[in-house]
């Protein structure tokens, strides 16, 4: 199973391999002495002499010598090779230290591969190819051909780390009929963290044969210390037996890698690979090699930020379009933001854009469905207005993954539900590969590529592209633009309704003779202007019609819409057709005049000389007549509220006000309440208006104070009496 | 109750379950859900709002939208609200909605439909 070799690569003591590559020769000397105190098994071979309790003076003609003792005067790690020939064989001669030893790596130099000193004579212009991309694409794919056109493996490719270590090829030069690697993701397991650890110090790693057999060292530990020469710094040292089970699955024959360091972290790597045998680079074309990783890593924090501010620059050009685009619209914000030539889809890279303002929704590109973009939103506004993992980290959005693992949300106004929201497809769905895998040559072990493709495929299921600060601060920026184009116009909205609102109130009862009124209005405590009305309409015969209507919604429209059917009730009753007959007319004209607003009414005509009250009622809560101490609903003389059908005939009916008898019309704010069943607020009405003695004026504040409506809506009360 | 509007389906037809207080703060959720579903002129749509705990003025008039869009789409709209749940079925008897579509105890097959 692939976790077991994984945890066991994890655990393998790699620094302490107790083994070298058989391609050289390790010999750990003291100093000054140089007394080879642990040598590898193949020394003898490799140097042509015996090494086992001599000097390396005694290997190395006096004139090497010397140049050996020159080169552990300086700094090491400066040290060109030392070209010697101890046993008549030219071997390349690399000096490190460890554990108070120094340490000596012989390379023979026969059997490796030498770019030569043409390619040493490009580097100046090599180093001017690398520094003259402004794109990190660029710049990989630059730093990919060179290493391969100097070291000759079949493939060389640029990896990348992301912030958990998950690496992706972002770069990659090759022989021409391979298959591509570019674009593949590898899950962080692929490189145990001490693997990294060591390759952000040690830039350069080579296995010219990945099918060696490891050459032990002797004695196993070092005497006097009793442990394991430690190998960090060491080129000869051998790597993981699960790292070469790797490599054959890819059919990997030779490899080499180079660090990429960012500011001291290890950023990538730069991966060679060969498939046709063994290959091995030689010292100095190692050195070029690690040069050109070097100089790439000095240059991968300015073209990344060059690249990241040319995008924020980018971005924030497209917030000011769009918000000037909103300034020239200020009534319709949406349109400017979805139907111009530059939309919010196009603000920052998504696959899809939501934008909801005035309460309606509009869509772009691939988002969740309308009827879950509302509650993804909210969930996501909640949880702090960006997510690169939304089914991973809210419940409830399972199905959501494929469009929005990434959400991206910002509020716009306060409390409006309006919102800007873009939407990122789940990562995987990003990337493919670049061959046919039926036709792979890859091998398809317990470790390989197409494996690591599956298990990084797992990491980053249900993850999408992070979001970055410019992209979160662009949409916040243009979200408050918003916010203040729409706030701005609400106040304005709510200056007209309110004045709208206050020409459909009466300045002063009208005087009747023979009638007495009282009325009240309180408006919503909610601050928008709702859809109340009442009206007292005197009438040639002497009779007096009175009015109480509500239009449904709130704010400017349904102000408009109040007036207009407050006028246009008014003079169907000037008709003096009775009041289901008005009713009728109005209904029609809402049909015919205002398709899509609903409103109800109820109309009580009556007449002082009789008392005789005609009431029609178009949907509206049933007026309460109080008689004698007890209150009764009018249930009767009822219809469909204003605007469902085309044609109504209402039907009428007829009561009688005796002398001290109250009728009381009132509208939903009254009675309706969360929480308590419509039927008791209407009783609670009739008890109110039954116990309430006095003139109208005094019943309706009588039963405003006992029902004591909440706040959230307007609410209108009048009350007549026959005097 | 949280409000929401479900996707469900009832006798193979769409249907919406709005659950929580339908007022003039969630209404246009409601909308957009009917509009998505009546964009693909189905043959049937139901509205359930056997759990909808409370509707005001916005949310009728919505119910009266819908079905004036479902007419014009040839959609058999079927609005459920049993009269157990009086608080919403009181509002649909006062503005008289039935008049201008079904209103039922539960989802029932319409003509010409074979239950799934």
Same mark, same amino acid.
């Given at each position: ?12 003591? *790699?620094?302490? &391999? ?24 193949? $020394? ?17 003609? &006096? ?127 692929? *490189?145990? $963290? ?83 045998? &063994? ?69 920052? &890279? ?24 509302? %509650? ?113 116009? $609400? ?67 349904? %102000? ?13 009753? +000037? ?14 004209? *809402? ?133 | ?75 058999? +709209? ?13 509002? *649909? ?24």
């Amino acid at each position: 199973m692939d976790t077991d070799a994984l945890a066991r690569c994890a655990d393998e003591p *790699i620094a302490v &391999p107790g083994a070298v590559q058989p391609h050289g020769a390790l010999l750990a000397v003291t100093e000054p002495g140089l007394d080879v105190v642990v040598a590898s098994a193949n $020394a003898a071979d490799v140097l042509g002499a015996e090494v086992t309790g001599r000097t390396l003076a005694d290997l190395l003609a &006096p004139a090497e010598l010397d140049r050996l003792r020159a080169a552990l005067a300086g700094d090491l790690a400066e040290a060109e090779p030392l070209r010697v020939s101890p046993g008549g064989r030219e071997l390349d001669l690399l000096l490190s230290r460890s554990g108070g030893l120094l340490v000596t790596e012989w390379e023979p130099v026969a059997g490796a591969g030498q770019a030569g000193a043409a390619w040493h004579r490009r580097l100046p212009t090599v180093l001017q190819r690398l520094s003259a991309p402004t794109s990190l694409e660029g710049l990989t794919g630059v730093l990919a051909r060179e290493v391969r056109a100097l070291t000759g493996f079949d493939r060389v490719m640029v990896y990348r780390f992301d912030a958990e270590w998950n690496g992706e090829v972002v770069a990659e030069d090759r022989r021409e009929h391979l298959e591509p690697f570019l674009g593949l993701h590898y899950p962080a397991s692929d *490189i145990p $963290a001490q693997a990294r650890a060591l390759y952000a110090t040690n830039w350069l790693r080579l296995i010219p044969d990945a099918t060696y057999t490891p050459v032990p060292l002797e004695p196993p530990l070092v005497p006097g210390t009793g442990r394991p020469l430690d190998l960090s710094g060491a080129v000869l040292r051998s790597v993981s037996p699960v790292h070469l089970e790797y490599l054959a699955n890819m059919g990997v024959t030779a490899s080499m890698s180079v660090s990429l360091v960012d500011r001291g972290r290890l950023w990538g790597l730069v991966a060679c690979h060969s498939y046709s045998g &063994p290959h091995r680079p030689s010292s100095a074309d190692r050195t070029a090699a690690e040069f050109l990783g070097r100089t790439a890593s000095l240059l991968l924090h300015t073209t990344v930020e060059a690249a990241d501010r040319d995008h924020a620059v980018a971005v924030t050009r497209r917030e000011a379009e769009l918000a000037a685009a909103v300034g020239r619209t200020p009534r319709t914000p949406a349109a400017a933001l979805v139907d111009g030539t530059l939309t919010v889809l196009d603000l920052l &890279p998504a696959a899809g854009a939501a934008v909801r303002l005035d309460g309606r929704l509009h869509l772009l590109g691939t988002t969740p469905p309308a009827d879950r973009v509302a %509650a993804v939103v909210a969930a996501v506004l909640r949880a702090g207005g960006a997510t690169d993992r939304l089914t991973r980290a809210l419940p409830g959005f399972a199905d959501l993954t494929e469009e929005a693992s990434g959400v991206l949300a910002v509020e716009v106004g306060r409390g409006r539900g309006d919102f800007l929201a873009w939407f990122r497809p789940e990562t995987p769905r990003e990337v493919s590969w670049g061959g046919d895998p039926h036709t792979s040559k890859v091998t398809d072990g317990r470790l390989s590529p197409r494996r690591s493709f599956a298990r990084w495929t797992e990491t980053v299921r249900g993850t999408a592209r992070p979001w970055r600060e410019h992209e979160v601060a662009a949409a916040r920026a243009l979200a408050g633009h918003l916010g203040e184009a729409v706030l701005a116009r $609400a106040a304005e909205d709510d200056r007209l309704s309110a004045a709208l609102q206050r020409t459909l109130l009466l300045e002063e009862l009208p005087k009747v003779p023979g009638v007495a009124l009282g009325a009240r209005y309180r408006p919503s405590e909610a601050d928008v202007v709702g859809g109340d009305w009442y009206d007292l309409v005197p009438l040639p015969g002497g009779e007096l019609a009175v009015v109480l209507g509500d239009v449904a919604g709130h704010g400017l429209s349904a %102000a408009s819409v109040t007036a207009q059917l407050r006028h246009a009730l008014r003079a169907a009753l +000037l008709r003096d057709e009775g009041p289901a007959a008005a009713l009728s007319a109005l209904n029609q004209l *809402i049909g015919a005049l205002l398709p899509g607003e609903m409103a109800t009414a109820v109309v009580a005509q009556f007449d002082p000389a009789t008392g005789a009250v005609v009431l029609a009622n178009a949907g509206h809560l049933p007026a309460v007549h109080a008689a004698g101490g007890v209150g009764r609903l009018v249930t009767d003389g009822r219809g469909p509220a204003l605007g469902l059908l085309d044609a109504v005939t209402y039907p009428q009916a007829e009561l009688r006000l005796a002398a001290g008898d109250r009728l009381l019309l009132y509208s939903d704010g009254l009675v309706e309440r969360r929480g308590r069943p419509l039927p008791e607020g209407l009783e609670a009405v009739r008890e109110a208006v039954a116990a309430v003695a006095g003139e109208p004026q005094e019943v309706v504040d009588g039963v405003v104070a006992a029902l004591d409506p909440a706040g959230g809506d307007d609410v209108t009360v009048v009350g007549l009496a026959r005097v | 109750m949280q409000f929401a509007v479900d996707r469900t389906a009832v006798h193979g037809r769409p249907a919406l379950r709005v659950r929580g207080e339908l007022d003039v703060a969630t209404v246009a959720r409601l909308a957009e859900c009917v509009e998505a579903e009546l964009s693909a002129a189905p043959r049937g749509l139901v509205v359930d709002l056997t759990d909808t705990a409370f509707m005001d003025s916005s949310g009728a008039r919505q119910l009266a939208r819908t079905a004036k869009r479902a007419a014009e789409t040839g959609t058999a +709209l079927q609005v459920v609200c049993p009269r157990s749940n009086s608080p919403v079925r009181l509002v *649909i008897d006062l503005l008289e909605l039935d008049r201008l579509v079904p209103v039922v105890e539960t989802a029932a097959l319409t003509d010409g439909e074979v239950g799934s």
